[in-house]
């Protein structure tokens, strides 16, 4: 088994969707990375900063799990990073309310000692140049290096954001931003340029409409779940990228085959993520529940044509 | 082997798409379901009708594919039916520039005798009470039937519609028609709701994104081959159609297990179609191409977890 770094926000979100409302609830990329990534009982370190104000139980929720914090600082007489959004009735899009930067405007990522010679490392969103900060913390070359960004950092970070593309192995993007990145609308063109800034592996996440994973010439396609109710999609995304580091971190094996395997995890985890507000619904996850889940996405995907 | 009924039409289309524009070419829902299902070498027979201005040698190109067209009626003095439209460039959605009904507008299918028992009855896109007139004069219940319809006829028709709909087996429709149709946004909710109208098998085609098979609570899901190019989108849905129907009439297997494999099939030759303007590339495909395809369609889709 391999060794983790998460690398994210841990957060106070407030959500509104159709189907009601929230007020300040646990959030972050980090948070539900390392969420889903406990799922397969992997040594994982969340690094990250948070205020005076967050409850020690939201950070207990992480060590219950497996999540080491030495790496998240906690600063006294900070505020925790704050965002507020609200979806629209498809549930496809949402308007930002509120972003309150507070503690991270002037965080300086520290990866634990224990945690420089870790294997995997998932840089989730964040801005580029932490991103960076813990690439280079790594006393050896990660096996596995991800990085989950969105088209914020593109809009006023490209250049930094560019500079750490050029040093990961796998990308997680969704499909819009692939496409503002690469300049390309056919995301098989736009997974090509985004190979010729560095990453070997490309994956464009599609929302309800599953996820793509591509290597050279070769493509994956896992669907998401067809849900009869999406409730809230915040963090669905960062728990794809837990679930895909999770299982890569578990077997070792980082193959394009068993990357197949990985984002077909991603895409389980993410369907349990969407049926209840934030963290609620992964914090209650069962393993058999899992499992369930990945015999209907069998089902779901795999059929059985001969060819002669 | 079934013999298999196909019912849709047969006409001239005008395509402007980014990559081009063409004169009047052969189109129309059965010549694309026939091209498609013919890939199959299974017992088929068009039920149309053209003017007397269409050429006989579109018509040779479906009988030398061994589509039978003594149910294409040719009304000498008529104009055959028209349809003109352009892409736009993103290519998932489009505007009708022309429609001239012509020899349609007075049409009364018949289908011929040695077809009347065939065993499965494709309804390509026509008005509802066209393809209720063909289900009643079959003189034997077919094994299975297939409809395919459109937004238009939900829009002026949907009482027969609604009909027809009552009398078949399975539907297949785009995203947005099953929407419209269901008055559900999930598609999970709306093929509940069709369900209810009589199909036991719902087909909700969304394009790029691939197509949903649903029966009651199973599903299967068939992503659309992702593509650096999509030429010409025309024809794509009738040519799924053509592969799904033409799939099952050759392996006379209508199970659940076996119409996965049809939804494969269905999807890949779609992913030909769009290849170049109207039907050039299902004229020209051969059988190593699309089996060629269909490897790829593995290596998309096909992963390898063990659950124990």
């Known amino acids: 088994m391999s060794k983790l770094v998460i690398v994210g926000t841990v957060a106070f979100d407030a959500i509104e969707t159709p189907f009601g409302k929230t007020d300040k609830i646990l959030g972050g990329a980090a948070t ?11 040594d994982s370190a969340a690094v990250s900063v948070v205020g005076g104000d967050f409850p020690q139980e939201y950070l207990d929720l992480l060590t219950d799990r497996n999540v080491n914090i030495d790496g998240v600082e906690i600063v006294k007489d900070g505020k925790t990073f704050f965002w507020s959004g609200k979806y629209h009735n ?11 930067l507070n ?80 300049g390309e609308y056919s995301l098989v063109n736009a997974a090509k340029k985004i190979h010729e800034m560095g990453p070997k592996y490309v994956v464009i996440k599609k929302g309800e409409h599953g996820a793509l994973l591509f290597h050279n010439n070769d493509m994956f396609y896992a669907p998401a779940l067809p849900l009869a109710e999406v409730f809230d999609p915040t963090g669905a995304g960062d728990t794809f990228a837990g ?31 969407v049926e209840k507000f934030g963290t609620e619904r992964m914090l209650s996850l069962k393993p058999e529940e899992v499992k369930t889940r990945l015999q209907q996405f069998k089902e779901l995907t795999q059929f059985d044509i001969e060819l002669k």
């Open 90 to 100: 498809d549930m496809n899009s949402r308007d930002t309310l509120v972003t309150e």
């Open 32 to 42: 539900y990375i390392g969420l889903s990534a406990s799922q397969f009982n992997v």
């Open 243 to 273: 679930g895909f580091a999770g299982y890569l971190a578990k077997s070792g094996n980082i193959s394009f085959e068993n990357m197949k395997n990985a984002v077909i995890y991603g895409s389980t985890l993410a369907s349990f993520c």
């Open 103 to 182: 503690v991270l405007e002037t965080f300086n990522p520290v990866v634990p000692v224990a945690y420089r010679d870790a294997e995997i490392v998932m840089l989730g969103n964040l801005h580029p140049l932490v991103q960076l900060g813990v690439l280079e913390q790594m006393t050896k070359k990660p096996k596995l290096t991800i990085l989950d960004t969105m088209d914020f950092w593109m809009n006023i970070a490209l250049d930094d954001l560019k500079k750490v593309i050029s040093k990961i192995d796998v990308i997680t993007i969704n499909d819009e931003e692939a496409r503002q990145l690469s």
